[in-house]
């Protein structure tokens, strides 16, 4: 069921409205059988899969607090008997159980995804291998269907088991409310990546019926169709000619296919995203935000702690920091910095571990190099970054004026929305070899002259569909700069009742107008929903 | 509870007013068929008939450009109405019949059996033209859930402005003109075409893989058997002489059974085109795929004359309020043909004239 389906429309205007006349305590449960009949519209197979990760992680969380609560008990109850060291032994027996407990349920979850989502991209990089020696591949490949979000409800998921495993979150008991959290519709598609002791707080809790409440989540689920329907979907034509056409489409034109993807990409995740909170908002749960204005970033540092929030900070809780403190990690710090000096030593294990975090996040976007190659550029570009601050600061330092002028915080953001776009080349060909040899034409090929004369109308779009998505980029430009000075929901929720509902129909009318929905277009998925 | 019923009523405004938006919206947006592509008008101009039938035709553009009920009333005082429209499939003519039987019962309803080589819903653009124009009924529901075609959904049918949204950057004077009301394109739903581009060549027979009708084509003509003998309307099935596009031998054959089986009556035009006078070198106005005026004329001449004689129609000019009637509608459609041939002429397409 895709978001943008009549279907779904229909599907969640079912669900408001029972979920506000069935007894609340009912509540979370009929979210639950929302959930089974969102999920089952995918396929059944799918459901196998989620059942096995609900049921495996319901039992390691489960066994897990049974067994630190066993030991906590124990330990009291032998407070004055136990030696401090016999103490430690038992906390660190309990400790290897709970990690085995730990490491199972990891294994067979993180399995199903790999197996699932990288045997072939494995196989065909074994068939590359064997073809260079033997002239054929050697490994057939299978059909594997990827069941609906298995990357971001496994994540999800995993975060919460080793949550439970660090003591941070308590085990749910019932497995029902278990399955609620990992299957929770509205953010399976796209995120974003919840953590549980967040989540449960408002998920299994009975909610009334408030106004400003189911207000705020329409405004917001509207918002997030503005931007799918009218502006990403309108010029993801654009997109698909210029990359699926590389031949024709050079040089400028893929500086343009760029810059249209940037808009794309944004207008396409960031409008998933609030369509899924402004879902959530009606129902009265909260969830976490996953954007903070990204393209007002000053650096690819700061854009990534605003781009997609709670991947990178799952990453950040779940890899880096366990990575960083691991004792391989520890062992290798001290003999770099033995053999190599502070300066080089102290670097060497803190990269390495940002490579593999980076790594993961690109083998996470997709199973294919173009999105390992990327993953890595991103963490290159970090660390150049970093590496520079001495530099930077120094020029700072002869010029301190200047950090606080508009025109250099300008040159900032513009330099690294046009550094992020050029990295998301690979993302747009998705050939790595190619993307650096369309990347090199706009240098090498000028063609901006044909392209301003006549060639933009040739990318499958109007001058009509450029109008549209200019005026729609206009707003939700003016929309982040209001957003900046706090919400724009609350300010417009001061205002009087016309005018909050002028603004709602202005959207509703805009959506319905100017979407690119229905014949004609083709029914776009949400991008974010392959990964 | 004064504030209660006053937020209640904000709300029923709040939703009124939003519904009155999207409904001008939709009368905009929608096509208006009034120039260009006429024929996406021809079902809904029914619904301004006052009078009944004795004669109803159903089927695609071989019954509204090949027969003219002008020269039915003029030549034998039938009354009939073709409720035609572009590739009509024959589910939409078993629906439009049932609906039009709920607004009277004619004497003769006359099928064009083209229609039975489809089996499947083929174009959404030509179901568009047929079903947007129905007024809603269980008929059209059913008949738009029978033919929609993969990438069309109900609410489209039900909210058209879902579909046609996107025609704002193709918005021409003739949206904003015909908004709330439409001009009559048609003479009883007869499309009139001037001018003549007569026939050069044959059409090539090409050679099928199965020359059977479908078996859903089969069963709705069995349903418009059937609907007609429950009603005691009688069936005349047909065959509109033009030869494009080709009608196979087998098919033929085929209602030539299906006809004798069911105690129908049967013509295809197309072996008569002599008796009743029509020359495709002068009487079509595409090269063989229509009948233009002078060709309509003639087959409804000669048919007409079929259905008094086999169907014992009478004649109606007696009738002063029915002639009164039918005297507007002949006006009009002189009108038009004299217009027609003057334009015709000005740009050269009458080679006859």
Known sequence: ?531 | MKRRTKTAAAAVLMIAFTFLVLFLFQALLVPKYMSGVREGALIQEYYRETTKHDVIFIGDCEVYENISPVTLWEEYGITSYIRGSAQQLVWQSYYLLEETLKYEKPDVVVFNVLSMKYNEPQNEAYNRMTLDGMKWSSSKAQSVKVSMTGDENFASYVFPLLRFHSRWSELTKEDFRYMFSRDTVSHNGYLMQVGTKPVTTMPKTEILDNYSFGENAWQYLEKITDICRENGIKLVLMKAPTIYPVWYEQWEKQIEEYADKNDLLYYNFLETMDEAGIDLTTDTYDAGLHLNVEGAEKLSKYFGKILVQECGLSDNRKDEALSEVWREKICAYEAEKEQKYRESEQSGNNQKG
Not at chain 1, 237 to 248: D, F, H, K, L, R
Not at chain 1, 483 to 491: D, I
């Open chain 1, 1 to 531: 069921m895709l978001f943008t389906s009549l279907e779904f429309i229909l599907f969640i205007l079912g669900v408001f409205v029972l979920y506000y006349i069935v007894p609340k305590r009912f509540q979370w449960k009929l979210l639950l059988i929302a959930n089974v009949f969102f999920y089952a519209c995918a396929g059944i197979g799918g459901m196998v899969f989620m059942g096995v990760t609900i049921v495996t992680s319901y039992a390691a969380t489960v066994c897990m607090d049974r067994l630190q609560k066993k030991a906590d008990n124990c330990i009291q109850s032998q407070k004055g008997i136990w030696t401090k060291e016999e103490r430690k032994a038992y906390k660190k027996q309990v400790k290897k159980r709970k990690r085995n407990i730990l490491l199972d349920c990891l294994f067979i979850n993180i399995g199903i995804l790999a197996i699932l989502k990288y045997t072939n991209f494995a196989i065909a990089n074994i068939n590359g291998i064997a073809a260079a020696f033997t002239g054929n591949g050697v490994l057939a490949y299978t059909d594997f269907v990827l069941p609906l979000g298995i990357s971001f409800y496994t994540f999800q998921t995993m975060g919460y088991v080793i949550d439970v495993y660090r003591g941070k979150a308590e085990a749910e008991r019932n497995i029902f409310k278990m399955a609620l959290f990992v299957s929770f519709f509205p953010q399976l598609i796209q995120g974003p990546i919840s953590r549980f002791g967040e989540l449960k707080e408002t998920l299994y809790k009975e909610h009334n019926f408030v106004f400003k409440n189911v207000l705020f989540g329409v405004e917001r689920i509207l918002w997030g169709y503005f931007k799918k329907l009218v502006i990403a979907d309108r010029i993801l034509v654009a997109v698909n000619t210029i990359i699926g056409q590389p031949s024709e489409y050079y040089g400028f034109y893929v500086f343009l296919g760029m810059i249209f993807y940037a808009v794309e990409l944004y207008a396409d995740f960031t409008g998933g995203i609030d369509i899924t909170i402004g879902i959530a908002q009606v129902l009265g749960i909260n969830l976490t935000e996953n954007f903070e204005r990204p393209y007002f970033s000053k650096s690819i540092a700061e854009y990534w702690r605003r781009w997609h929030i709670t991947m990178g900070a799952w990453f950040r809780d779940y890899i880096y920091y366990p990575m960083s403190a691991s004792v391989p990690v520890m062992k290798l710090s001290t003999f770099t910095r033995k053999h190599f000096g502070e300066a080089v030593g102290r670097r060497l294990p803190v990269y390495l571990v940002m490579f593999t975090v980076w790594f993961a996040t690109g083998i996470w976007h997709g199973a294919s190099w173009n999105f390992i190659v990327w993953g890595l550029l991103n963490c290159t570009v970090i660390l150049i970054s970093q590496e520079c601050r001495p530099l930077y600061e120094k020029f700072h330092a002869k010029f301190p004026k200047l950090k606080d002028k508009c025109g250099y915080k300008c040159f900032q953001i513009i330099r690294t929305i046009l550094l992020m776009s050029v990295l998301r080349l690979l993302d747009c060909y998705r050939n790595v070899p190619m993307t650096f040899c369309m990347f090199s034409t706009m240098f090498t090929r000028f063609n901006i002259g044909s392209v301003l004369g006549g060639g933009l109308l040739t990318l499958g779009i109007t001058v009509y569909d450029y109008a549209v998505v200019g005026l729609g980029v206009m707003l939700l430009f003016m929309v982040s700069m209001l957003q900046r000075k706090g919400s724009v929901r609350e300010r417009l929720y001061e205002k009087s009742v016309v005018v909050q509902y002028f603004a709602v129909l202005f959207l509703l009318v805009a959506i319905i107008i100017f979407g690119a929905y229905g014949i004609g277009y083709d029914a776009n998925q949400f991008i974010y929903n392959q990964f």
